[in-house]
């Protein structure tokens, strides 16, 4: 297994030397670590070997993890490149704010080499989905009868390059560090392309991708009043995570979303490929007292009410309650 390029930046030089012990005894031994922004972003620029990964403090002098991790999501090279915050229990405060300037997962100081060790595999496995990318659209430049089996229909996808877009294991990490109240504030509201398979059958890959970033951009533009951070899930799934009270009638937003996406009927019908048929379902949340195990399930539950929609969604709470 290829050994990861670690960038780690953090001002304490006892943590520092730590954090490298328990990094080799980890089986990752390619790691550089600088003490501040301004050498990170110096051995960045300086180096033509590319990181896989970054660790980084949040709490450093002059410039700190957050506005570093800013800086770093601004190269186009690392625009996917994992970023992984360091914090102090005190600094849980500023996670949100790491995870708006692009950080991908975070733990905590002191070190516990378990919680190290599960960072580091979701880094691993963003590496490993990047690289397949990569090599897919090697293969795209260099095929011109393009195959159709080397993305698979239920995986995730980085459909566009946009603030608002995520990786969907970064939106379920990002759920997982929320406290009670941050994860009460929060609400899942799940889209769904119920025809998304027929166009998947239809077209390449670039087609298809191309397919689900027009509906990602129509349904950012449905959202535009309201923060809000966007993933796909496969299966033509997406969902949104927003302010609890960002969506207070997902019909309309239903009714919007089908609206834009007609405004294309004419370009799908050139390109050969059916019309998204859209299901909106409705907005999904956690209670104060949620554990664990309902957080990790609140993304699969916003797909699942997108997914039955809302009429039939309506029908069965009636008959519930």
């Known amino acids: 297994m290829k050994d990861l390029r670690i960038l780690a930046v953090d001002d304490d030089r006892a943590f520092q030397m730590v954090l490298q012990g328990t990094l080799a005894q980890l ?4 790691v550089t670590s ?53 914090t102090s229990l005190a600094d849980k405060q500023y996670v949100d704010s790491a995870f708006a300037a692009g950080a991908t997962d975070y733990f905590t100081k002191p070190l516990d080499e378990i919680e190290l060790r599960a960072r580091l595999q979701v880094m691993r496995q963003l590496v490993d989905e990047r690289q397949r990318a990569l090599d897919l659209l090697d293969e795209l430049k260099s095929w011109s009868d393009l195959p159709k089996s080397k993305i698979k229909f239920d995986a995730p996808l980085s ?17 997982l560090t929320l406290n009670r109240l941050q994860l009460f504030g929060h609400a899942a509201i799940g889209f769904t392309v119920t025809n998304a398979a027929e166009a998947f059958r239809l077209t390449d890959h670039v087609g298809y991708i191309d397919y689900l970033a027009n509906i990602a951009t129509v349904v950012a533009e449905s959202l535009k009043t309201s923060p809000f951070s ?14 609890r009270t960002a969506v207070s009638d997902p019909k309309g937003l ?9 405004s ?8 050969g490929l059916p019309t998204p048929m859209i299901q909106v379902g409705r907005p999904v949340s956690a209670s104060i007292f949620s554990q664990r195990a309902e957080i990790s ?22 008959q519930w309650n």
Request: hydrophobic share 45%.
């Open 264 to 271: 294309y009927q004419k370009l799908y019908s050139s390109l």
């Open 159 to 175: 459909v566009i390059s946009a603030n608002w877009m995520v990786e969907y294991l970064a939106m379920q990490n990002h759920l």
């Open 230 to 243: 966007m993933a796909h899930a496969g299966q033509g799934d997406f969902v949104v995570l927003t302010n």
């Open 27 to 30: 089986g990752y031994h390619d």
């Open 297 to 318: 399930s609140l993304l699969d539950r916003a797909r699942m009410s997108a997914q039955i929609g809302l009429e039939e969604g309506f029908s069965a709470q009636k």
């Open 34 to 86: 600088v003490p501040s922004a301004a050498a990170a972003l110096k051995v960045i620029r300086n180096n033509p070997q590319l990181f896989d990964g970054f660790l980084l403090d949040i709490e450093m002098p002059d410039v700190d993890g957050v506005e570093l991790c800013r800086r770093i999501r601004a190269m186009s090279v690392y625009r996917k490149t994992p970023i992984i915050m360091v």
């Open 254 to 262: 239903q009714d919007e979303v089908r609206a834009g996406i007609a």
